[in-house]
């Protein structure tokens, strides 16, 4: 019977430790040039799948392998990308249409209408609230409906 629940105990452990290991390697990142080649594999020798023309668009890390990064966008595309390509997170897509106020309160002075799409580059955020910079743009919106992290 002990033996039992030392094997449950030891076989949870192990099952924790897997999820965590695949939970730690996902997170988001940005692009940190303008031309950013993507990926067939993990490697130099790999054909270049296709090319991304945005500096700071937010994409999620989903794998790793040496100095290459598994990851796919908001349109679900997929390849890997050189470390060197990729800065930590400083950027979301907002997933729909939103305000951007002067404070973080929905009662603040509204600046502008972002719509759906939009890259913005985030300063800092609190209370589910960004602090955030687009165009000529600077001001605050709610962190729901993103493509990206704000942690």
Do not use: C, M, Y
């Given at each position: 019977m002990q033996l039992i629940i030392k094997i449950n105990i030891w076989s949870l452990l192990l099952s924790l430790l897997f999820i965590f290991q695949l939970s730690s390697q996902e997170k988001f990142l940005s692009l940190k040039k303008n031309k950013v080649n993507v990926r067939y594999g993990p490697s130099f020798q790999s054909e270049i799948k296709y090319v991304y023309y945005k500096i700071n668009l937010p994409i999620?890390?989903?794998?790793?392998?040496?100095?290459?990064?598994?990851?796919?966008?908001?349109?679900?595309n997929s390849g890997?990308?050189?470390?060197?390509?990729?800065?930590?997170?400083?950027?979301?897509?907002?997933?729909?249409?939103?305000?951007?106020f002067k404070k973080p309160s929905s009662l603040s002075k509204?600046?502008?209408?972002?719509?759906?799409?939009r890259l913005l580059i985030v300063k800092k955020c609190e209370n589910n609230w960004c602090n955030i910079k687009t165009d000529n743009y600077f001001g605050w919106i709610k962190t729901d409906n993103i493509w990206g992290s704000v942690k």
């Open positions: 999620k890390q989903i794998d790793k392998k040496e100095n290459f990064r598994r990851i796919v966008d908001l349109k679900n890997w990308i050189h470390v060197s390509q990729l800065t930590k997170s400083n950027s979301i897509i907002i997933l729909e249409n939103k305000i951007l509204p600046i502008a209408r972002l719509e759906k799409g």
